[in-house]
């Protein structure tokens, strides 16, 4: 196997007396699909952002193609080539495609003047790269489009940047069946392209189709690290509610200690 | 038609393909029906003000066909115009923002005050007079800004106290019952004095000339990367628009408006030139750099924004000094209109009329939504209304109600767009 893209080594994260992340263990590979799992409060948020540098693990080490990094911050995981994609997408309904894909990051022309040209252009290639059919015009305004449509435009901000490692925060759950579709689609297809891509989801059918690999989380502990070739839909549920199936997960001890 | 729409053939290349809409310059007609869809989503822009504009003019006209249409009259009108409309250009950024400054009325005032005050009392020059104005304008958003963005405070009740505060210091500062005169000939000058002809003229037509060039280049630029653009035509109708109404503006104030035979008054006033510069420069700034796309996206989506690296603090502060400077200019051309100073200068109506003309313009009130042109159109919309109904000698109280209603009914069609918006998503 490849060497990791990006690794988290022993990370523990307490908010006040409450501890979220015991020990984690995580690795993104290159051109895979990386599931995160977990029932609700099993800290699955609170890795995506300590990966994004919104939370500071308490310790815990980082590696970046190996070498040891540290994240402060999220301009720290933006440097790197670590981009995350909130479920609430975070665009700006009254700006247009372009404008919220290069929000903050503006091309300009002699210093100050907003280069708009090379802006829409160079949006209108990253779409292109990732075969979005769906939108009619990148000028058009945010608010005129469906879910998603606006799950694209999120991602096609977070890969225009030369993006190394994309976090998907439930990419798919407010969509419909063919929209779904398409955003799965573009999941494998930034895989394809060599990212690193983590995808959060509730949803094990959609988990077992795209993603290479499984990271199941319980109670702030890494329950599985599996393939997902070599597992199926209830044990993956297994793992989410009871943190063990069969002979892999966390042993019965610590997952009692935990609760 | 047809077949330009149709979605292309598997495996094309996906570039040339995807974007049809983008690749080719839209038609005229197709830009009509693009905006008759917006129009009906409720992103109605300025067209309620311009309309309004139309209707106002013809009423008042009919009304007082001799002295509403005069040129002394229009010439009286776009002053009366310049100082509600530069407050609320002031305003604009601010209330792109989602926030309010109920306090830059009075913010003008003391600036004003300020400034007459070294020019009367301690004989300064206008020019260091005028940057002393300026300061205590910047100051009072800088600290109104600060309170607003780093302590939390809603901007409402910070600007209502600095409305009721700065009143005070503007009292202190002119002396119970008094006023200070501004003599300054500069300062006088921006409002009972006009460019020559001439002059006007030129300047007039160098303008035209620039934002025509200005448009074909950049037409010209988008076609050779057959990027979006609007078409030509569509272009060239909304310019001939312009250059219309600026011509006919010019000729009419280029007539000799003068009650008395011996001299002559003729010409732009200076005031429509400084309204003129400052929407100029603040289009270019809200619509051509970072920092206006930025204060869009925090109207917009203030987390997404945060999310993006802006700094919102920072902008937040930075909007209500735009603000409080340009109440500040606003508050020197009133003092310049009125030739003093009172205790009262930037309070009662000012703001009111202010925020009317953003709204009435198309700005919204909710945030995110609002151009720099929006309050030049609505001030001359409020401006229309109070001269004309100056003219009509009607009881102040009519003047005060109608002026009220106008402002309800922006700020309904507002929220009513906004709707419209929010439920057909366009």
Known sequence: MTEPLLELRGVNKSFGAVQVLHDVNFKV???????????????????????????????????????????????????????V????????????????????????????????????????QTLASLSVRTVKS????????????????????????????????????????AQTRQ??????????????????????????????RITALFLGRVAADIKASETNHSQIVELITAGRSGDIGISAATADQSA | MTTEQASPPPGQSLAAADFVNDEAS???????????????????????????????FIVFAALRPDSFTSPLNIANLMTQASAISVLAMGLIPVLLLGEIDLSAGVTGGVAAGFTAVQIDRHGSSWVLAVLIGLAVGAAVGLVVGVLVAKLGIPSFVVTLAFFLGLQGVTLKLIGLGGTIPVRDDVLRAITIKSM????????????????????????????????????????????????????????VLSQNRSRVPTFVIAGIPYAVFVVGALLIFWTFIFGRTGYGRHIYAVGGNTEAARRAGINVDRLKVSAFVICSSMAAISGIITASYDGKVSPGSGG???????????????????????????????????????????LLNQAAYINYIITGSVLLLAASVDAISRRRRSATGT
């Open chain 1, 85 to 124: 994609v909130y479920q609430d997408l975070a665009l700006c309904d009254n700006l247009d495609i372009v404008q919220n894909m290069f929000l903050g990051r503006e091309a300009h022309t002699a210093g100050f003047l907003l280069d708009e040209l090379t802006m829409e252009d160079r949006a209108r």
């Open chain 2, 26 to 56: 839209a038609s005229l007609g197709e830009s009509l029906r693009a905006y008759r869809d917006r129009l009906r989503g409720g992103d109605m822009g300025a067209l309620p003000a311009a309309l309004g504009l139309v209707v106002l």
């Open chain 1, 138 to 177: 990148v000028r058009q305004s945010v608010s005129s489009l469906s879910g998603g449509q606006r799950q694209t435009v999120a991602i096609a901000k977070a890969v225009l940047w030369n993006s190394r490692v994309v976090l998907l925060d439930e990419p798919t759950a407010a969509l419909g069946v």
């Open chain 2, 348 to 390: 009662g109506n000012v703001l009111l009329y202010a925020v009317g003309a953003a709204v009435i313009g198309g700005t919204s009130l909710f945030g995110g939504k609002g151009l720099i042109r929006d309050a030049v159109i609505g001030g001359l919309v409020i401006a229309t209304i109070d001269n004309g109904l100056g």
């Open chain 1, 29 to 83: 590979y290159p051109g895979q699909v990386t599931a995160l799992v977990g029932d609700n409060g099993a800290g699955k948020s609170t890795l995506v952002k300590t990966i994004a540098g919104i939370y500071r693990a308490d310790s815990g080490e980082f590696f970046f193609e190996g070498k040891p990094v540290t994240i402060h911050g999220p301009k720290d995981a933006g440097a790197l080539g670590i981009e």
């Open chain 1, 183 to 212: 955003v799965l689609d573009l999941v494998r297809r930034l895989a394809d392209n060599g990212l690193g891509v983590v995808l959060i989801s509730h949803n094990m059918v959609d988990v077992l189709e795209v993603s290479d």
């Open chain 2, 196 to 251: 020559p002809v001439t002059m006007g003229w030129i300047v007039v037509i160098v303008l035209l000339a620039a934002y025509g060039a200005l448009l074909m280049w950049r037409q010209s630029r988008l076609a050779a990367k057959n990027l979006q653009r609007p078409p030509t035509s569509l272009l060239l109708v909304k310019f001939v628009a312009l250059a219309v109404i600026m011509l006919i503006a010019t000729a």
